[in-house]
């Protein structure tokens, strides 16, 4: 079960309103559901608008930790040693999973947010006009198109690849891994015949790909026995090599 989930918007109905300097976001860089979102933070230029902790690389017994650089960023926001502290400070009698990404709301202390497609959509659209990068990822004449391809990516490889990874059997290793390579076949045809994902346009549905499949050769690969095929190995990895340049600030701490 994730923490409830509220939703910053623009107007401020919901009570927490779209404002620079407001809200932190916690990540770490060995997550793909929280790079998304940091890429999302630097693609838009929303860098002074919202800040960020990174707790460390690897996930250890006591849960997500912020340590020092390299590989974490101390909390500046709560002063907090454990993720586990910022979601019990936002409901003390909380005793659910404590994941990144999180959206922190500064002023209230409280959790706006912990699923990271939601907080992707809401540094898109409902801080665009904090953004310093006037770029749309989620353009009108594409919504219905990137919202089809988010949700057709989503079980077969972004959460195909963990089915595989954490399989408790050999059918259900083999039913996840099969199905995850037969849907990176069938994308492989669709970048065939156009740039990226969605049309000529990246989007947010590129984004949403990028953080499974670079992690795919170098993670997936060995650890989650991911291993029918590298990636590198497909032509997808030429559009993954060209739109990584993009992302590179998202990788340094």
């Not at 060995?30 to 690897?58: Q, Y």
């Not at 990144?100 to 907080?119: C, H, M, Q």
């Not at 004449?141 to 963990?162: H, K, S």
Request: glycine content about 4%; proline content about 4%; charged content about 25%.
């Amino acid at each position: 079960m994730r923490h409830q989930q509220r939703f910053a918007i623009v107007d401020g109905k919901s009570g927490f309103k779209a404002e620079a300097g407001r809200y932190h976001l916690y990540v770490s860089l060995g997550c793909p559901w929280a790079h998304r979102t940091l890429i999302m933070r630097e693609l838009k230029g929303l860098n002074v608008a919202i800040s960020v902790s990174f707790a460390d690389l690897i996930l250890g017994d006591k849960g997500w930790m912020f340590t020092e650089p390299p590989g974490a960023i101390f909390d500046e926001a709560n002063h907090a040693q454990y993720l586990q502290e910022i979601y019990v400070k936002a409901n003390p009698k909380y005793t659910g999973r404590v994941t990144v990404p999180v959206l922190w709301d500064k002023r209230a202390l409280t959790i706006v947010n912990n699923e990271s497609f939601e907080i992707m959509r809401m540094l898109d659209v409902e801080f665009a006009s904090l953004a310093t990068q006037k770029i749309d990822l989620y353009p009108q004449d594409l919504q219905r198109q990137i919202d089809e391809t988010i949700d057709a990516i989503y079980l077969p490889i972004n959460v195909g690849v963990y089915r595989a990874g954490f399989a408790t059997s050999q059918a259900a290793y083999e039913e996840a891994v099969t199905e995850l390579f037969e849907h990176l076949k069938r994308w492989e045809t669709v970048l065939s015949k156009q740039h990226y994902l969605c049309g000529d346009r990246l989007t947010e549905a590129d984004i949403c790909m990028f953080v499974t499949l670079y992690r795919c050769d170098c993670v997936y690969y060995s650890h989650f026995k991911c291993n029918l095929r590298r990636i590198i190995d497909y032509p997808i990895w030429e559009s993954l090599v060209e739109i990584a340049p993009l992302f590179y600030p998202a990788f340094l701490l």
